[in-house]
C-alpha cells in the first residue's frame, strides 16, 4: 500500500517537472516556425549570433529556446535528404517530437532523462549537445562502445555540421594527434573507457603538455547511463606496466650461499627438535629437563616454524602449553637478553607473523667469513660528516667517497632486504603447498580455497626470491602507472547528464553519488506493450522445455522472438536446446558490436527468433517487419529474473517502441540463483517448493510482486557494496587529485621553479623541526652538524655550523637557508642554457611524482587487500585504511619533496652547462664575489644582501653527480631499517 502511494507521488513529481518544462517548449516551438522563413545561411548564421550573445553575457538558459529552436529546424530541413552513417546510406526522417524537447531540456540542466528504448534519445541529445557546444567548451556525449560512438557521431554529425558546429569521436584505435584534434572538435562522441584512459594519459604519464589530449572536463552526456555508472563502474580503468629496473636483483648471487645456510640450520634444529623430545618423553623427566626442553622447542620455532617434528610435539596438549608459556614469557622484556643468547645460536630467525627472517652473527659469518659486516648497513650519516671534516681531501675526493659511501649503502640495504626474502622462500614457502610451479612459473596457491591464482604475484621481491629458489625466470614486477574508477572519472565534469530507459529503480545511487536527479519523461506514443505474468517451473529443464516451446509457438505465426539470457552460457545451453528442436535463431554476445548491432536491427523480421544477452545490441533500435505488427509485434522472451529490476526492464523495453504492439514474459524456475535466494526464509515458498511438481507450471501476478522484492533486496545489498568501494576510492582519488594537480602544475608552467623551491622550503622547514627547532625542543650540536651535513650535500651553499644560531627564530632560520639555496640556483641558472631549464625543472618535478606515485599506486593496493584481511577485527576496515593512506601519502610527499632537493643541483641541461659551472665556480672562487663581473657575479649580486662583507670567504661550489640519484638514500618501509636491526623499516624505527 505504501509503495503505491509512493508510486503514485514519484510520478507526481515527474509530471510536474514535465508541467514545468511546458511554456519552453512553447517558447522553441513558436522560434521554430519563425526559424523556417530563414534561408539555410540565415539559420547557419544563428549559430555565431548565440555565440557572440554568450560572449556578451547572456546565460545558456537564457538562449536555450533558441539554440533548441534552431536544432529541431535544422532536422527539419534534412528531412528526405540522403545521409552516410557507419558506410551505409540511410535518410533523415526525423524531427524533434515536443517528448524530446523536455528530454534535452532535463540533459541540459544536468539530470538523468529516462526515456523509454526507441524514443530516440540520439536524436534528443543534439540539443543540449549544440547549446553546451557553443560555449566553445567540449561538449561530449559517452556511449557504451565505440561502434555506437562512431555511428551516433556521424549520424547525428550531419545536424551538427548543418549548423557549423564540428563533432568527432574517439575510437580505442586513434593515436594522440587524432585524438587530441577530435577532443578540439565542438563537440567529441566516446566511451567510457577511452575518455577515462585519455585522462589518466594526459594527467599521469603526459611529460609534456603537447602530448596532453584532452581539454577541460565542461559538460557531458552518459547515454545509458545506468549500465556505464551502475554495471560498469566497479572495474576501475588501470594503465599498468613492468616495473622500471632499478637496479640487478641480487637473489642469484646470494641464493648459494642461502641454500647453505638453510641446510645448516636444518641440521641443528633437527638436532635441537630430537633433544626436545627426548628430554620430555624421559620418564622421570626433573623440571629442569622440561625447561631445557622448553627452550629447544622454542628455538625450533625461531628458526623453522613449520617444522614437522614440531608440530608433533604440539601435538601433545601437555608439551604444547609448555612452548605457549616459554614463548610468552622469553618475548617479555625482562627476559630480553637471555632470548637474544637463543637466538645467537641459531644461523637466522624467522618471524612468520611479521614476514620477517633476520640473520644473526653466526649466520652472517658463515655467508660471508671474509667479511662479516657484509649485511650490516653502514652508518652512513657519520660517514659523510667524516669525510666532510677530512681536512686532507679536495671537494672532488670528498664527491667520489660520498658517493661510494652511498652506493655501498644501497648495495647492502639491497643484500639485506633480498637475503631475508630467500630465508623466507626457503623457510615457509613449501612447493605444491604455498605455491606450484607451472610452465616454468611460480604460481600462487590460495591459502583458504586450494585455488590456483594464476596471474598474482607475492609483493616485494618475495616472488621474485621463490623464483630464484626454483630456478625458474625471475620476472620483473608490474606496477601500476596510474589509475581512476569510472565513477571518479565522472564526477570531475562540471556538468554531468545522462539518459536511459531505465534509471527509476536506481535513482538513491544516482543522487546519493552522483548528485543526479532522475526525471521520468512520458512517450511520444503511448506505450501499449504487453507484460505477461512469469511463468515458475521447479527445474531449469522444465523452464527451458518451456521456452523452446513458446518460441516454436511463435515462429510458427511468423511473430519474432528476442530472447534475453543472463550469462554467455545460458545462450548457448538454449542455442543447443533450438537447434535440436530445429529452430533457426541467431546468438549474440556482446562480441563484435558492429556486427551484432546489424544483427539486432533484424530482430523484428518476421519469423526471426535471436538470443542475446543484456548488452549484445544494445543501443540498436529494433524496427518491426513487414505484417509483424499484425502478428503483435515483438515478443521478449526472458529466461531468468536478474539480479536487479533494471536489467529485466531494459529487456521489456526492447519491444514495443514508439506505440508498436508487443509483449513480454518471463520464464522462471526454482533453481535459479534469484529463486534460490527468494525461497530462503520465505515460508510460503518452502511450502510452493514442497508442492510443486516436476513439469507443473505456475503463474499468478502474486508472484511477481514477491520475486520484485526479492530483487530490490538485493539491489540495496549490492548498491551498498558499491557506496562502500567509492568510499575505499574516495581515498585515493583525492590523493590522485592532489598530485595530478601539483604534476599538471609543472607540466603548464614555463619555468616549474617556483613549485620546486615550495617543496625544498617544506624539507628544510622539516628538517629544522626534526632538528629541534620548534618551540618545545632543543637544539643538540649533534642534530644542528647533522642537518648542516644535509645541507651541504644537497646543495652548493657551504652552510657552517658555527653561521647557524641554535635558537632564534624559526622563519628567519628557514628564509634564511632557502634564500642561499635560491641564491646558489640563481647561480647555476646563469650557465644554463635557459630555454632548457624549463624543461629540466618540469623534469624534475614529473620525475619525482612518476615514481613515488607509482610505488605510492602499489603499496595502496596492496593495502586495500591486507585491510580486506583485517575486517574481522572489531575495527572499521575503512577507518584503519583511511588512516593508513593517509600516512601512505605523507611519506610519499617526503619522498618527492627529498628527491625534488636530490635533483635539483645535481642536473643540467646538458654538460656543457655543467662544465660551465664548474669552471665559473672554481674562478669564483679565486676571485671572490667582489670581482670582475662574470655571470656568477652578477647572479650573486642579483641576490645577495646589499650588507655582505666584501671579504666574505668565497663561494664554494662543491658539484655532485650529474646523473639524478639518491642520496641519502630513501628507506621504503619494506626496506631493512637503516639502524642495522635487519628488521623492516616499518616494523622497526619507521614503525608509528
Ligand atoms: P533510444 O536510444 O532512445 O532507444 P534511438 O535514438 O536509437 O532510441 O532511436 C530509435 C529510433 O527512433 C530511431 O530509428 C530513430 O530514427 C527514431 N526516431 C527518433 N526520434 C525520432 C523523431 N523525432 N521522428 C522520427 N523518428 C525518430
Ligand atoms: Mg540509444
Request: proline share 4%.
Amino acid at each position: 500500500m505504501l509503495s503505491f502511494f509512493l508510486q503514485k507521488f514519484a510520478g507526481r513529481h515527474h509530471r510536474k517537472y514535465v508541467e514545468k518544462c511546458r511554456p519552453v517548449v512553447a517558447r522553441i516551438n513558436e522560434f521554430e516556425q519563425q526559424y523556417q522563413a530563414l534561408t539555410d545561411e540565415q539559420l547557419r548564421a544563428k549559430t555565431d549570433e548565440f555565440r557572440a550573445r554568450l560572449q556578451k553575457g547572456e546565460t545558456l538558459d537564457q538562449i536555450l529556446p533558441e539554440a533548441f529552436a534552431a536544432v529541431k529546424n535544422a532536422a527539419r530541413r534534412m528531412v528526405g535528404r540522403k545521409v552516410i552513417v557507419c558506410d551505409h546510406e540511410l535518410t533523415w526522417d526525423m524531427v524533434h517530437f515536443d517528448v524530446q524537447l523536455i528530454g534535452g531540456i532535463t540533459l541540459h540542466e544536468g539530470r538523468i532523462a529516462e526515456m523509454a528504448t526507441g524514443e530516440g534519445k540520439t536524436l534528443v541529445a543534439t540539443l543540449p549537445l549544440y547549446l553546451n557546444a557553443l560555449t566553445g567548451r567540449n561538449a561530449q556525449l559517452v556511449t557504451v562502445n565505440d561502434y555506437l560512438a562512431r555511428r551516433d557521431s556521424e549520424w547525428m554529425g550531419h545536424l551538427y555540421n548543418f549548423l557549423g558546429i564540428t563533432v568527432g569521436c574517439i575510437q580505442q584505435s586513434m593515436h594522440s594527434e587524432v585524438r587530441r584534434e577530435m577532443y578540439n572538435r565542438g563537440i567529441t562522441y566516446g566511451t567510457a573507457s577511452e575518455f577515462g584512459f585519455d585522462y589518466l594519459r594526459d594527467n599521469g604519464m603526459a611529460t609534456r603538455k603537447e602530448d596532453q589530449v584532452q581539454r577541460d572536463h565542461f559538460y557531458c552526456i552518459v547515454d545509458e547511463i545506468d549500465s556505464i555508472l551502475v554495471d560498469e563502474a566497479r572495474t576501475p580503468l588501470i594503465i599498468s606496466g613492468p616495473a622500471p629496473i632499478e637496479r640487478e636483483q641480487p637473489f642469484q648471487r646470494l641464493k648459494p650461499g642461502v641454500e647453505q645456510l638453510v641446510a645448516a640450520q636444518l641440521r641443528l634444529i633437527n638436532r635441537l627438535v630430537k633433544e626436545a623430545s627426548d628430554l620430555l618423553e624421559k620418564k622421570d623427566a626433573t623440571p629442569e629437563d622440561r625447561s631445557a626442553a622448553a627452550m629447544k622447542m622454542l628455538q625450533v620455532k625461531l628458526g623453522m616454524p613449520k617444522n614437522k617434528q614440531l608440530l608433533r610435539l604440539q601435538e601433545n596438549p601437555e608439551w604444547r602449553k609448555l612452548l605457549d608459556k616459554t614463548d610468552v614469557e622469553m618475548h617479555s622484556d625482562f627476559n630480553k637478553d637471555e632470548l637474544y643468547k637463543y637466538k645467537e645460536e641459531l644461523f637466522f630467525v624467522i618471524d612468520e607473523k611479521n614476514h620477517q627472517a633476520d640473520l644473526t652473527e653466526p649466520g652472517r659469518t658463515k655467508l660471508r667469513p671474509d667479511d662479516p659486516d657484509a649485511f650490516v648497513l653502514p652508518d652512513l650519516a657519520s660517514r659523510f660528516i667524516d669525510i666532510e671534516k677530512d681536512a686532507t681531501l679536495s671537494p672532488e675526493q670528498k664527491e667520489a667517497l660520498k658517493r661510494e659511501a652511498q652506493q655501498r649503502y644501497e648495495v647492502v640495504s639491497e643484500d639485506i632486504h633480498a637475503l631475508s626474502q630467500l630465508l623466507r622462500a626457503y623457510a615457509l614457502y613449501e612447493r605444491d603447498v604455498e605455491y606450484v610451479v607451472q610452465d616454468g612459473k611460480v604460481v600462487i596457491v590460495d591459502e583458504n580455497t586450494g585455488r590456483i591464482m594464476s596471474g598474482r604475484r607475492w609483493s616485494d621481491g618475495l616472488h621474485q626470491a621463490v623464483e630464484a629458489k626454483e630456478n625458474v625466470t625471475i620476472e620483473r614486477e608490474t606496477r601500476t602507472y596510474a589509475t581512476v574508477t569510472i565513477q571518479n572519472y565522472f564526477r570531475m565534469y562540471e556538468k554531468l547528464a545522462g539518459m536511459t530507459g531505465t534509471a527509476e529503480t536506481e535513482a538513491t545511487e544516482f543522487n546519493e553519488i552522483y548528485r543526479l536527479a532522475v526525471t521520468q519523461i512520458p512517450t511520444n506514443k503511448p506505450c501499449i506493450r504487453i507484460d505477461r505474468n512469469d511463468s515458475i517451473f521447479k527445474t531449469r529443464r522444465d523452464k527451458y522445455g518451456a521456452v523452446v516451446k513458446q518460441i516454436q509457438e511463435a515462429q510458427g505465426r511468423g511473430q519474432p522472438v528476442l530472447v534475453g539470457t543472463v550469462t554467455v552460457e545460458q545462450s548457448e545451453v538454449l542455442s543447443r536446446m533450438l537447434k535440436r528442436a530445429g529452430v533457426i535463431h541467431t546468438v549474440l554476445n556482446a562480441k563484435f558490436h558492429q556486427q551484432e548491432a546489424e544483427i539486432v536491427t533484424r530482430a523484428g523480421q518476421r519469423g526471426s527468433v535471436t538470443i542475446a544477452t543484456n548488452m549484445a545490441g544494445r543501443g540498436t533500435d529494433i524496427k518491426l517487419g513487414e505484417g509483424v505488427r499484425e502478428l503483435g509485434g515483438l515478443l521478449v522472451v526472458g529466461t531468468e529474473r536478474h539480479e536487479s529490476r533494471r536489467i529485466d526492464r531494459q529487456l521489456r523495453g526492447r519491444c514495443s517502441r514508439q506505440g508498436d504492439p508487443g509483449a513480454t514474459k518471463f520464464f522462471l524456475s526454482l533453481e535459479d540463483d534469484l529463486m534460490r535466494l527468494f525461497l530462503q526464509g520465505n515460508l510460503a515458498s518452502k511450502i510452493m517448493e514442497g508442492a510443486m511438481q516436476e513439469g507443473e507450471e505456475l503463474e499468478h501476478p502474486w508472484l511477481n510482486r514477491s520475486i520484485e522484492s526479492a530483487q530490490k533486496k538485493v539491489e540495496q545489498q549490492n548498491f551498498a557494496i558499491r557506496k562502500r568501494l567509492l568510499q575505499y576510492d574516495d581515498v585515493l582519488n583525492k590523493q590522485r587529485e592532489v598530485i595530478y594537480g601539483i604534476r599538471n602544475g609543472a607540466l603548464h608552467n614555463e619555468r616549474p621553479k617556483d613549485i620546486i623551491f615550495e617543496m625544498i622550503g617544506e624539507e628544510v622547514a622539516a628538517r629544522l623541526e626534526s632538528a629541534g627547532y620548534g618551540e618545545k625542543t632543543e637544539v643538540t650540536a649533534a642534530s644542528l652538524e647533522s642537518l648542516v651535513g644535509w645541507l651541504n650535500s644537497h646543495f652548493p651553499v657551504s652552510a657552517k655550523v658555527e653561521e647557524i644560531p641554535l635558537r632564534g627564530d624559526f622563519d628567519a632560520i628557514l628564509q634564511d637557508l632557502v634564500g642561499r639555496i635560491k641564491k646558489a640556483y640563481a647561480l647555476k641558472e646563469s650557465v644554463e642554457d635557459p630555454a632548457a631549464l624549463g624543461g629540466l625543472e618540469r623534469y624534475i618535478v614529473i620525475n619525482a611524482i612518476d615514481h613515488h606515485w607509482q610505488e605510492h599506486l602499489t603499496e595502496m593496493e596492496e593495502l586495500r587487500r591486507s585491510i580486506g584481511l583485517r575486517s574481522y577485527g572489531q575495527k572499521d576496515p575503512l577507518n584503519e585504511y583511511k588512516s593508513e593512506a593517509f600516512r601512505f601519502f605523507e611519506e610519499l610527499m617526503n619522498n618527492v619533496r627529498l628527491q625534488i632537493c636530490t635533483s635539483l643541483f645535481r642536473s643540467a641541461t646538458n654538460r656543457d652547462a655543467f662544465e660551465n659551472l664548474f669552471t665559473i665556480s672554481r674562478s669564483a672562487r679565486l676571485q671572490g664575489p667582489a670581482a670582475a663581473p662574470t655571470a656568477l657575479a652578477a647572479a650573486t649580486q642579483a641576490s645577495a644582501p646589499a650588507a655582505a662583507p666584501a671579504a666574505a670567504p668565497a663561494e664554494e661550489i662543491k658539484l655532485p653527480a650529474v646523473t639524478i640519484r639518491r642520496e641519502t638514500p630513501k628507506v621504503g618501509r619494506n626496506d631493512p631499517c637503516p639502524c642495522g636491526s635487519g628488521k623492516k623499516y616499518k616494523n622497526c624505527h619507521g614503525a608509528a
